[in-house]
């Protein structure tokens, strides 16, 4: 079983930026691909970013694509979210997650899900 547990969101200005952090923990020896994921009131949970164990592959939505950047820390067992240029749309919770497949995109591909952090972009 693997834990995760997010931490960094908040309220910001269109135009801002914040940095998510989730820190793994548990049976972190089975994770692989780490990952984000959103989800805005009354819509689908959707991909946001995803990053292999190497940290050589990294996946982005098309929405978030030169503005969010994925990295991790395998040592502390934590991936980052950096957001740049935040917008109104980028309001939602955001989830990490966790996965055994060196990449992974797909939700059924990721298998740990810590419980959200807010993040909510005014314009």
């Known amino acids: 079983q693997v834990q995760l547990v997010e931490s960094g969101g908040g309220l910001v200005q269109a135009g801002g930026s914040l940095r998510l952090s989730c820190a793994a923990s548990?049976?972190?020896?089975?994770?692989?691909?780490m990952g984000w994921f959103r989800q805005a009131p009354g819509k689908e949970r959707e991909f946001v970013a995803s990053i292999s164990r190497s940290s050589v592959s990294t996946y982005y939505a098309d929405s978030v694509k030169g503005r969010f950047t994925i990295s991790r820390d395998n040592a502390k067992n934590t991936v980052y979210l950096q957001m740049n240029s935040l917008k109104p749309e980028d309001t939602a919770v955001y989830y990490c997650?966790?996965?055994?497949?060196?990449?992974?995109?797909?939700?059924?591909?990721?298998?740990?899900w810590g419980q959200g952090t807010q993040v909510t972009v005014s314009s």
């Open positions: 548990g049976r972190t020896f089975s994770i692989a691909a």
């Open positions: 997650a966790t996965g055994r497949s060196s990449l992974a995109i797909y939700r059924k591909e990721f298998d740990s």
